[in-house]
């Protein structure tokens, strides 16, 4: 079955660190991949999305995500945590080509801490 | 702000009622998509319509029914509720269905009691 898989639930960093959220899918064919951030009571905000071409894709609010078919994976990254990006962010897939539903992770909920 | 509005924002009903969510998709935009984000289940798709047909179809409930008007609002009837259909209800619309970016809404949060 297809699935998306976000490593740790819960990641906590002081402000000022690396910001790392994992994100790993099942499919032998590359998919279109999604970050989305959700912050309390609010909708879901694309954060960067990979569809083709460049596989280190930049975003807003200083995130990047790099794809990579061989691990199947499509980290997010950000170089230094702001205590403004505390919020649950959610890694996305469509699997295929005319199968637009997104197929979400569990999502991880970022601490930043002061 | 995406452009996506969603109707109400809160909901408080009881057991065995329906109710009906709406949503509004961006301008422009053809297809609707329903997500139903709960605790236990996360974040799952519920339908999707394009320009007022159905396209595909998820974890849907038979109890639970939508559709698309020509005006491209879209509904999501909920009938016969239970307790564990307590959950936020989001809308998202993308310009044509295909696999580029979906627009979210701020949720409709439903609370079955």
């Known amino acids: 079955a297809q699935s998306v898989t976000q490593l740790g639930s819960h990641v906590s960093v002081s402000e000022g660190a690396l910001v790392l959220l994992r994100c790993n899918y099942s499919s032998s064919v590359p998919p279109y991949l999604f970050w989305y951030v959700q912050y309390p009571n609010q909708g879901l905000q694309l954060l960067l999305k990979y569809t083709t071409g460049a596989t280190l894709v930049k975003g807003i609010n200083g995130f990047e995500a790099e794809f990579k078919k061989s691990e199947t994976s499509f980290h997010l990254t950000k170089p230094s945590a702001h205590m403004s990006d505390a919020a649950e962010y959610f890694c996305?897939?469509?699997?295929?080509?005319?199968?637009?539903?997104?197929?979400f992770g569990k999502g991880t909920r970022l601490s930043v801490i002061a | 702000d995406s452009g996506v509005t969603q109707t109400p924002k809160h909901l408080i009903t009881a057991t065995g009622q329906r109710v009906t969510l709406r949503c509004s998709p961006r301008s422009g935009d053809l297809s609707v998509y329903w997500y139903q984000q709960s605790l236990d289940q996360g974040l799952q798709f519920l339908i999707q319509y394009y320009n007022g047909e159905e396209r595909a179809k998820g974890n849907i409930l038979e109890r639970f029914s939508a559709q698309q008007f020509p005006d491209l609002h879209s509904e999501l009837n909920l009938s016969s509720l239970e307790l564990g259909d307590s959950a936020l209800y989001f809308c998202?619309?993308?310009?044509?269905?295909?696999?580029?970016?979906?627009?979210f809404g701020p949720g409709t949060r439903l609370l079955v009691l």
């Open positions: 996305a897939v469509i699997f295929s080509a005319g199968n637009t539903p997104l197929v």
């Open positions: 998202a619309s993308s310009v044509s269905g295909q696999e580029e970016t979906q627009y």
